[in-house]
């Protein structure tokens, strides 16, 4: 993947979890994750959790909202 790509969805990935609470809590993963599995495609969260899990660099509410998508990806369902 490009660099620009990825630091281009690491930035959008965080903003959504600054705009959706801020907050460092669970109810905060759950509402970021929501949003990338709703507007993302598989695609960009596939590039994001594979950042991730490299030791990419994202905001701690984000690493748990990637946390939770990558388990309901596992399990064959979205995050709603």
Not at 38 to 47: G, H, N, S
């Given at each position: 993947m490009a660099p620009r790509?990825?630091?281009?969805?690491?930035k959008m990935a965080n903003q959504i979890a600054l705009n959706l609470g801020a907050g460092h809590d669970d109810a905060a993963a759950t509402r970021t994750a929501q949003h990338i599995s709703r507007f993302w495609t598989a695609?960009?969260?596939?590039?994001?959790?594979?950042?991730w899990r490299e030791g990419g660099a994202v905001d701690p509410v984000v690493a748990a909202s990637l946390a939770e998508l990558e388990?309901?990806?596992?399990?064959?369902?979205?995050?709603e």
């Amino acid at each position: 993947m490009a660099p620009r790509q990825i630091d281009h969805l690491v930035k959008m990935a965080n903003q959504i979890a600054l705009n959706l609470g801020a907050g460092h809590d669970d109810a905060a993963a759950t509402r970021t994750a929501q949003h990338i599995s709703r507007f993302w495609t598989a695609a960009m969260r596939r590039q994001l959790i594979q950042y991730w899990r490299e030791g990419g660099a994202v905001d701690p509410v984000v690493a748990a909202s990637l946390a939770e998508l990558e388990t309901d990806e596992l399990m064959g369902s979205d995050v709603e």
